[in-house]
């Protein structure tokens, strides 16, 4: 009992904490109250190509007007991570302050930055800009074919300029802002010459009846249009139609059988006709092999579960919106070391039920099983960004940020979990007496074997969350924005259930032909959704404008490790339902 108490006090603790902490985070309308004539700061954040979001590289790389000296904006960790490289800039724009025509600055633009600015155009390179904690985005020049034109002159290069800015405001605090890269003020650059530039910009200040605390609700009307949001709901009805009918299923086939089964096996003059489930009495609560890592699957898997609640709780609260600069990466990072007590816990508590001794190696092979293949696919990309020079490159400074949070934080922490799970250590409650030696298991036929449960057992999922997966890719590998997160999370719930109910039946069919060795069949047939979701990434990708190694090598790598995050996590939820309909089957035959 006081297993299950520290397990269930455990995850409100932190929920608490992080409560607080995100309540304290957020900025009250206050903080952002200017009066007219205030200098507001614009900061420049980075430009890119349109169809590769990850291939993000500072402002400055290009040559535009840049003041002397340049200064950083200090970020957060989140931020950092986040690829956001914030600098001050030329742009002056005062509070209700209108500006025509204002010179930014008169540029000579030599051969090669022209040669440079052309290649941005030709890429859809984009630039984006940071007002009061608001994005404007807008593009750096222009392609014109005029081949079919009478003077037949061939593909033309133009750079934009001039920026209008469009600020919207709401007594004395910012609302909205827009820029727009004035089609009307270009410069031709198709030939390699040094040309002269004079770059300009405009302001135009708008009132508006917005209130401040609903400003970032633009963003989330942006792509909650009525056939998306019909989508939604369509695919989150199919869903529920999915689970309806594979309830029913079970419930007609699997419970009736096993009713049928209890029944004889309660019937005395019926004993010698037991079932073949009963037969391995002896053998199904035998601990698997590899005992260590099986209790770290468990212990990863529940703290990543434990995480993606806290994500959601987040999102529920306003703390995790759209454009929130790193706050979903700085959640991450906190997250993942606060909750590294519980994995700790659930590891070395798991493992203590069978054995006194080991326990402290399936701590180690918690603290190692998702970060370590994190760190390694983490460092490669890193080594691609820095070769590219894009903003994806995590600095040194933050690198040894994470490295001591990790070391002086999560380690510690994980270590409390697992001297906390082997103090408060239990019995294994098992209904059936463990034979000496493991029954002989029979060959089965390929319909019955691991793989061909797998499939079974991540297809079904798969398919009841494939458009809510597909909105989801969008989002994070592209400019789409999930401000759905109701929807989320019931479709979470939903691949939840159906997991454990897929997972409950294949384990009733294995254990129904004499196959004890259950234990990693149902992590194994829980997780293979994560595969599926994995392939599907690659489907995405190919049906994507997505090009160049780099933006390939980042969404091959970080979809791998979301996708495995997902496996652990959802083989550990697998087990647990496993476990809990084995123990209810045998101790209901040993209760008769």
């Given amino acids: 009992m006081g297993n299950e108490a520290l397990q269930m006090s455990l995850p409100l603790v932190l929920l608490t904490i992080l409560t607080f902490s995100a309540s304290s985070a957020t900025a009250s309308a206050s903080d952002r109250s200017y009066n007219v004539g205030d200098h507001v700061p614009l900061y420049v954040n980075k430009v890119g190509p349109l169809n590769n979001p990850s291939e993000t590289y500072q402002y400055y790389d290009l040559p535009f007007c840049c003041p002397d000296p340049i200064i950083q904006k200090k970020e957060s960790i989140g931020e950092v991570l986040n690829g956001d490289r914030l600098a001050n800039t030329l742009y002056q724009l005062n509070f209700r302050q209108d500006k025509n025509g204002e010179s930014l600055c008169q540029k000579k633009l030599k051969v090669a930055e022209v040669a440079k600015f052309r290649d941005v155009i030709v890429n859809d390179f984009y630039f984006q800009m940071y007002y009061d904690d608001l994005p404007a985005w807008g593009f750096i020049g222009k392609v014109e074919d005029e081949s079919w034109t009478i003077s037949d002159k061939g593909t033309k290069y133009y750079l934009f300029k001039h920026v209008l800015f469009d600020v919207f405001y709401n007594g004395n605090q910012i609302i909205e802002i827009r820029a727009f890269s004035d089609p009307n003020h270009v410069v031709d650059i198709t030939e390699d010459v040094d040309i002269d530039v004079e770059f300009t910009y405009s302001v135009k200040w708008n009132a508006t009846s917005i209130q401040f605390q609903n400003r970032m609700d633009r963003y989330s009307k942006a792509s909650i249009l009525p056939v998306r949001l019909k989508i939604h709901w369509f695919s989150f009805i199919n869903s529920i139609v999915i689970i309806v009918l594979l309830m029913g299923l079970l419930t007609l086939l699997i419970m009736r059988r096993l009713k049928n089964d209890l029944r004889k096996c309660s019937n005395d003059e019926e004993e010698d006709k ?45 703390v995790l919106y759209p454009y929130n600069r790193g ?91 697992g001297v906390i799970g082997y103090c408060l250590r239990s019995e294994f409650q098992a209904p059936c007496a463990t034979k000496q030696f493991p029954r002989e298991i029979q060959r089965l036929a390929w319909y019955r074997r691991t793989h061909f449960q797998m499939f079974i057992g991540g297809l079904l999922p798969f398919s009841a969350i494939a458009l809510q997966l597909h909105h989801l890719y969008a989002s994070m590998w592209g400019y789409k924005i999930y401000t759905l997160p109701g929807i989320l999370f019931l479709t979470f719930i939903i691949l939840i259930i159906m997991t454990s109910i897929l997972t409950v039946g294949l384990t009733y069919i294995q254990l129904s032909v004499e196959d004890h060795e259950w234990w990693w069949r149902s992590v194994l047939s829980g997780g293979s959704t994560a595969i599926f979701m994995f392939a599907y990434s690659i489907y995405f990708y190919a049906r994507s404008n997505m090009t160049g190694f780099m933006q390939l090598s980042f969404f091959v790598g970080y979809n791998a490790c979301v996708c495995y995050a997902f496996f652990l996590m959802l083989g550990a939820i697998s087990f647990r339902v496993s476990l809990i309909f084995v123990r209810h089957i045998y101790g209901a035959v040993k209760s008769e």
């Fill in 274 to 318: 037991e079932v073949g489930w009963k037969y391995i009495h002896g053998d199904v609560f035998r601990y698997p092999s590899n005992m260590p890592l099986f209790c770290a699957v468990l212990g990863v898997g529940t703290q990543l579960l434990i995480m993606v609640c806290i994500l959601f709780f987040l999102a529920f609260f306003g």
């Fill in 327 to 417: 706050a979903l990466f700085t959640s991450l990072v906190f997250i993942c070391t606060l909750t590294s007590i519980v994995a700790g816990y659930t590891a070395a508590a798991f493992h203590t039920q069978f054995s006194v001794i080991g326990w402290e190696r399936s701590v180690l092979l918690t603290a190692i099983l998702y970060l370590g293949p994190l760190f390694v696919a983490s460092s490669i990309l890193n080594t691609v960004a820095i070769s590219y020079g894009a903003t994806a490159a995590i600095p040194f400074g933050t690198l040894l940020a994470i490295l001591l949070i990790y070391a002086f934080l999560a380690i510690p922490l994980l270590a409390l979990g």
